[in-house]
């Protein structure tokens, strides 16, 4: 009796080890070129003005994630990635709150990184002291919302009921003037088959699932900055707003003269605006080591991580602490001629 009784309790150990946990584990993820090719199509593909060589790469870094809504991530997933210091793990309800759905989540990913592209060409083309225009577009739709099938992301909003509107704030104010139940006639200038398209769309405005006496249509607008040339993203499936940084020095080394590599690999990550901030990340930690992985030597780090990323800088690769997109050139500039760009301050990393 005793055997069979331990054989079952090994036997059960064994399937709670492999049981889903409610964790999500966040690991280094892939790196992307931005001046490169994935699946032989370069990530930025720039027409309709000068472009110029470029060499080395400039390393993108994301975060590989496990587990979510889904589950998937078992305890013994989670217990060797306790003891890994590249990766973390952290409570599901942190990143999917339980009113929160993981399709929802991945969309609102999208749409920030979709404004990272944008934000990256206004922050490029200020930086180059080139021309750029502004766009009120549509950022999301929400499933299940009234706009869902009717506006696309991207949309051009040209006008709401015949007037004009450029800025989101508008948008809000005229859903939010009529009841529940108001039509609302969009012109939209629509990307269709390489070509724009004036649309004529008609939303519905419903009740906002968060408070039922506020009318809603459920987009998210912006402000997209448009060149006068063409600037397309073609790196597909990655989600999340750090991509900025990287997106706009890709920019930046393309429509330059002076090539910004100089044939290095170097790595980076940072949320940008379109004055040329550099702002905070997730998963500092995780993109160090991926950088490192890639054979990076020198990376592009938010300064306000600092403090976070001490101890955990991979042996080898050297650190820029950025705030702005003129620091971050600077700080590659530097590096590449032999000298030492700004790190983190000696009290934080």
């Known amino acids: 009796v005793l055997v069979v009784s331990a054989t079952s309790l090994v036997l059960l150990l064994g399937v709670a080890f492999l049981l889903p946990v409610p964790f999500v584990k966040m690991a280094p993820g892939p790196t992307f070129n931005v001046i490169g090719t994935v699946d032989d199509k370069p990530v930025l593909t720039i027409e309709g003005t000068t472009t110029y060589p470029t060499t080395g790469s400039l390393e993108m870094t994301t975060v590989l994630e496990s587990g979510g809504p889904r589950g998937g991530l078992t305890f013994v997933d989670a217990m060797a990635s306790w003891f890994d210091p590249a990766d973390a793990v952290l409570p599901r309800e942190l990143i999917y709150p339980d009113e929160v759905s993981g399709e929802e989540v991945k969309r609102r990913q999208a749409a920030m990184f979709s404004t990272s592209e944008s934000d990256a060409i206004g922050a490029a083309l200020n930086y180059l002291k080139m021309p750029v225009g502004k766009e009120l577009v549509v950022t999301s739709v929400y499933g299940d ?42 012109e939209v200038d629509r990307r269709v088959d390489g070509a724009d398209e004036i649309k004529q769309v008609t939303v519905t405005s419903a009740a906002n699932p968060d408070d039922a006496t506020i009318p809603y249509i459920g987009i998210g607008v912006g402000i997209f900055y448009v060149p006068d040339f063409s600037i397309e993203f073609t790196l597909k499936d990655v989600g999340g707003p750090s991509a900025g940084l990287m997106f706009t020095l890709g920019l930046i080394d393309k429509l330059s003269p002076a090539d910004l590599a100089k044939g290095r690999t170097i790595a980076g990550t940072g949320t940008i605006t379109p004055e040329g901030a550099v702002g905070a990340i997730g ?53 590449t001629s032999g000298g030492t760009p700004v790190g983190c301050p000696a009290d934080e990393g």
Request: proline content about 6%.
């Open 145 to 186: 919302s009234p706009s869902d099938g009717v506006l696309e992301p991207k949309d051009h909003i040209v006008s709401i009921d015949g007037k004009a509107v450029d800025q989101p704030q508008q948008v809000s104010d005229a859903v939010r003037a009529k009841p529940i139940g108001t039509s609302f006639d969009f």
């Open 283 to 335: 998963g500092i930690r995780q993109k160090l080591a991926g950088a490192r992985n890639k054979g990076a030597e020198l990376f592009l780090m938010p300064a306000v991580h600092c403090k976070e990323a001490a101890d955990h800088v991979p042996d080898g690769l050297t650190v820029a602490a950025v705030s702005t997109v003129t620091e971050a050139v600077t700080a590659v500039e530097t590096w």
